[in-house]
DNA sequence: GCCGGTATACTCGGATATATTATGTCCGAGTATATGTGG
DNA sequence: CCACATATACTCGGACATAATATATCCGAGTATACCGGC
């Protein structure tokens, strides 16, 4: 089991448009230069954001993206939720009921299966502590100074 | 982000084992023919679990997989481990350092990520909660009756 | 009847193919800007 | 000098290849059993 990577590139994205400020957008093509990145499969991982509701696309000249809600608003879930999808990882198959001499439909089956619970839990767990950390905790607990790095950074980029 | 489904396999192999108990050793080709699945697959995971040390392999005729600990002291977490690899789902690249004008040895990459941070949290949530659950726990949670069918099952199957 | 040797059938174990998913890339549709022209 | 129409360059957006991983399979090594012959 192995995360995608685009969950990773979506959070610095989104912590990174929170930095520069939403004064301008900023294009596929600088952030994917910003962290030395795909730029073609990174606009994949924005669009993804953006569909969710997590960014805003801007169309034209001087376009880009920019982030839609306050960084308090956006929960780290919300990102892993918009670029890796809904599904829980496990996947219950019912095996249980498989193999010839068992009746489907027998009243044992209407429970559900104990482990299908118990990685539900523990999926349930997970999302809860990915729930409980927004944008704006993880822009407070950079190091001091990184937003203006940051800023500075990206003002000598544009030139 | 999908888990392998050998973790399920794995998880009713053992329970199955724990319930015919430990007088006969059951062969993988029984097992998957017990839950319908690619016998010449599932032994990889069996084998798995037996250099986990979760199952023990019986060699020759007559022989098979049966637990080499007693349910109580076998986790799901143990399971998934032996099964699926010890790694964290999420592994950061580390691509904050990365791109032009960043010094990799600057002091505000001495601290973790914060990204990385919270991934960790929350993998740890995961991996506590999947900890915290026993073999026999998913035993004694089973509908009433399971253990008596499983039993009478497998000895029908035997002939 | 008992013991030993041998052949056998059955088991696991790791090396080898295929399917699916994630990664990476390309080109077209659309829009704000900049420019040039007419009033 | 100002307003408007037009052309342009830049942006996003979804459709198309490639690489890595999980799935599935096969055949060989090893062992307990069963059988057969000899004592």
Redesign the interface.
Known sequence: ?????Q???G??CC?TLAWIGDEHPMPAARLA?????PPAYLTKCLQALTRAGILQSVPGARGGFRLARRPADVT?MDVLVAV??P?N?????E??Q?????DPSA??FR?PC??S???H???L??????AS?TLA??LE???A??AE?TRR?YA??RG
Chains 1, 2 share one sequence.
């Open positions: 089991m192995r995360m995608s990577e969950v990773e590139w959070l610095h912590l230069d910003w962290f030395e990145l780290v890796d999808g599904d990882p496990f996947r219950c198959t095996i249980r498989r193999g010839a001499g068992v009243p044992e429970t104990a482990i619970t118990v990685m839990r523990a999926d767990a997970w999302r809860r502590e990915l950390h905790d993880l607990s950079a190091p100074g990184a790095r950074r000598q980029l």
